[in-house]
Every structure is written in structure tokens, then in C-alpha cells.
Nanobody, 122 residues
Framework: QLQASGGGSVQAGGSLRLSCAASRRTFTNNGVGWFRQAPGKEREFVSGISWNGGSTLYKESVKGRFTISRDNGKNMVYLQMNSLKSEDTAVYYC?????????????????WGQGTLVTVSS
């Protein structure tokens, strides 16, 4: 129902734009989040956006480098990632929140897409 795409391999300092598309359901009334999971680590919150884009949150280490946005007309959410670092390497997942607000806790998300792999080489 959710599909993340746009991952790939880039060198440090490069950019990628991830996309999250919803099919068979809409998430226009829900907050949406991006999470990532690196090998051997727990899945962590990266960024989230409220239903209308009015509120956004970022993990401290990506502030100023990543930008989340959404286009409800297209049922899409994006994560623009600039100045990528090797520590950004992970599988990135998008998920819809149970509420319209932005949320950081995994437990508040009920629909998860398959991830997209981002590999940043130094």
C-alpha cells in the first residue's frame, strides 16, 4: 500500500530524493514519516510531516540537510536528502501515522511500505 523509491548509491556530499507513494488508500488525512534502519541497528525516526504539511520534524543529525514535503493531490511524500554522509546509509521506510499530526514514535505508525536502500560511500 505504500511504496518507497528513489534510493541508490551516492558518494558523500551527494543528494537523493526519496518518494513515498500510496496505492489503494490515501494518506492525505494522515501524518507521514520517514524512518531508516542501518545494518545491526534499530529502525529510527528520520523525519515526519503532518497531514497538510504545516508541521515537520527532523532527527537532529539530518536537520539542515534533509527536507520532507508532500503533495496530497498526487498522494505523494518526498524526502530530499542533501550533503549525504556515510552514516546516512540505511534502508529507508515511509509510513503513515494513526493521526493527522506529525509523530516520531514508531508505535504511532500503522502502515509501512517496503524500504528503499540508500548507500553513501565516503
Amino acid at each position: 500500500q505504500l511504496q518507497a523509491s528513489g534510493g541508490g548509491s551516492v558518494q558523500a556530499g551527494g543528494s537523493l530524493r526519496l518518494s513515498c507513494a500510496a496505492s489503494r488508500r490515501t494518506f492525505t488525512n494522515n501524518g507521514v514519516g520517514w524512518f531508516r534502519q542501518a545494518p545491526g541497528k534499530e529502525r529510527e525516526f528520520v523525519s515526519g510531516i503532518s497531514w497538510n504539511g504545516g508541521s515537520t520534524l527532523y532527527k537532529e543529525s539530518v536537520k539542515g540537510r534533509f527536507t520532507i514535503s508532500r503533495d496530497n493531490g498526487k498522494n505523494m511524500v518526498y524526502l530530499q536528502m542533501n550533503s549525504l554522509k556515510s552514516e546516512d546509509t540505511a534502508v529507508y521506510y515511509c509510513a503513515t501515522a494513526r493521526t493527522a499530526a506529525v509523530a516520531t514514535q514508531k508505535a504511532l505508525y500503522n502502515y509501512w511500505g517496503q524500504g528503499t536502500l540508500v548507500t553513501v560511500s565516503s
